[in-house]
């Protein structure tokens, strides 16, 4: 029996979805938002029923009728830190989604859970979130920073890494849950991930303070520098956070932050672009040997995903780093809705048990 899924991806301007037959694809469509239009309507968890509205009339414009769905999936936000898999749709998430204080903040990503439990209930069929933002496997060492007042935490490309690495588990003929490997999603943050079997015993945060820097984001710094910039008084605390979060990275000293642009001055002779990047995929591979090292060596292979592994000259360098670890498999792109799409598909048919949140 096949199962039809539609699945809801939410970023701050638009809004992805797919509808699948199992692994079949029906339809996949980006909604885009005018961002004047969305503050009429108001703050993200205010939108969720204006972007529903736009779901069902793609679907419609797509020749998928609502009530043909089995099962609806969403992109799961800052929830609290939970293990990875997949999670019914509860009033306590919901709850938990719209509270800052877990946080800091509210994610467009918070949305997916919203729009899908809104037409999930008006179709009395199950919906999910898969794999959030906040999936926490870290082993308790992992956990420990050097001072008390601050812990390690988990945060990072949770859906296409995890999903990743099932791929390559069966590419390479093994279990997922018995495979040990490091997984490198690579796009404007990037996640260096140790994976013990099946499990994310360890990552970078990739959204501040951890890590390579990347095409938008700084990554490690010196602390005392850091603690000289945050007192220079040149940035509030707020123009600081969007620095090194946003603009810092390859935007910072290249003007941008898109790869190819970047390997095309590489080709072109521009010697500053090639010194950069090189130091980029110099990090990323520091941080692949250090994923090696919490696995003990014990490492059945590495895989390289998002935007980034698209490029040939970034592939070829940086797996000249790291091939000695062991074998490199090149994933380029994402895997997001077909990862919150499969998801749905092997909770239906009994593979796998959604969680209780």
């Not at 010194?275 to 990323?284: E, P, S, T, V």
């Not at 520091?286 to 000259?313: H, N, Q, R």
Request: aromatic share 8%.
């Amino acid at each position: 029996m096949k199962y039809r899924i539609l699945s809801i991806n939410p970023g701050s301007t638009s809004t992805k979805i797919s509808v699948f037959d199992d692994e079949k694809e029906v339809f996949i469509k980006t909604l885009r938002h005018d961002p004047a239009e969305l503050d009429k309507v108001g703050t993200i968890l205010e939108q969720d029923l204006f972007r529903k509205g736009l779901v069902i009339e793609a679907m419609k414009e797509n020749n998928v009728d609502p009530s043909s769905l089995d099962a609806i999936v969403g992109r799961g936000g800052l929830v609290r830190p939970v293990s990875g898999g997949v999670y019914k749709i509860t009033s306590k998430m919901l709850e938990d989604l719209k509270d800052t204080s877990i946080w800091g903040r509210i994610h467009a990503s918070n949305l997916g859970a919203f729009i899908a439990t809104a037409i999930a209930n008006e179709l009395k069929i199950p919906c999910y979130i898969v794999d959030p933002v906040t999936v926490d496997e870290f082993e308790d060492i992992a956990r420990i920073s050097g001072i008390p007042e601050i812990e390690r935490k988990s945060l990072f490309h949770a859906l296409n890494i995890r999903y990743t690495a099932r791929k390559l588990a069966e590419k390479i003929g093994k279990n997922f849950e018995q495979t040990n490997m490091i997984g490198a999603h690579m796009g404007g943050g990037i996640s260096v991930a140790a994976i013990k079997q099946g499990r994310v015993v360890d990552v970078n945060n990739a959204l501040l303070g951890m890590g390579p820097f990347s095409p938008q984001r700084a990554g490690a710094l010196p602390i005392g520098d850091v603690i000289d910039l945050s007192y220079s008084g040149k940035y509030s605390k707020k123009e600081l956070s969007t620095y090194l979060t946003k603009t810092a990275g390859l935007m910072a000293y290249l003007g941008t932050d898109d790869g190819k642009t970047v390997s095309d001055r590489i080709a072109d002779g521009d010697k500053e672009a090639k010194r950069i990047f090189d130091a980029m995929i110099y990090q990323i591979a520091k941080e692949i040997g250090a994923c090696a090292s919490v696995l003990s060596g014990k490492v059945d292979g590495i895989f390289l995903t998002g935007g980034l592994a698209y490029g040939k000259y970034f592939v070829d360098e940086l797996s000249k780093r790291i091939e000695y670890i062991a074998k490199v498999h090149v994933f380029p792109g994402e895997f997001e809705m077909e990862a919150l799409t499969q998801a749905g598909v092997r909770v239906l048919k009994g593979l796998e048990e959604a969680k209780d949140y």
